[in-house]
């Protein structure tokens, strides 16, 4: 069973599911030097793991659609106003711009690459540095909009 076969019977079971795009050089990369998507089944609490040579960018983003709904990157972020996250989406458009390597993450409070428990966090790597906003309640605005800058055609 590939990524996406997994989440989508993850979906129709009812399960809580969220996914990982972790790039080769990622933090919470255990292959380093692979690309890798990782599915964490909290129904279940399972981590299933699967590695790539190539970017499975595609399939990511795929993923994405299947957790968020299929409309999530046309919709309009409504932003929360945090600030630690207006400093993290600068330096990752910096990034883009330059041409610069970036990832980033959204670590739900039951996530297990997750050290602020019971908040929701986004975390930028990008140009030698590690940016957090943390969350207590919804992040979703904020991560569409960063979302959408990553998913856009550069
Ligand atoms: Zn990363
Ligand atoms: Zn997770």
Known sequence: MDALQLAEKLKQGGSVWHFHFLDKDCKFNPKRGKFA?????????KKTEFFFDASPLETSQKLAQLLYGTGFLGAKPQRTGNKDFENLLALASKCKKEGKHWCYH????????????????????????????????????????LEKLFYSSK
């Open 37 to 45: 998507l990782i599915i964490e089944d909290k129904t279940g609490n």
């Open 106 to 145: 959204h670590l739900v409070p039951s996530c297990a690459f997750n050290s602020h428990k019971g908040m929701c966090v986004i975390l930028l790597e990008a140009d030698g540095q590690i940016l957090e906003a943390i969350y207590n309640s919804n992040s979703m605005g904020d991560l569409t909009e």
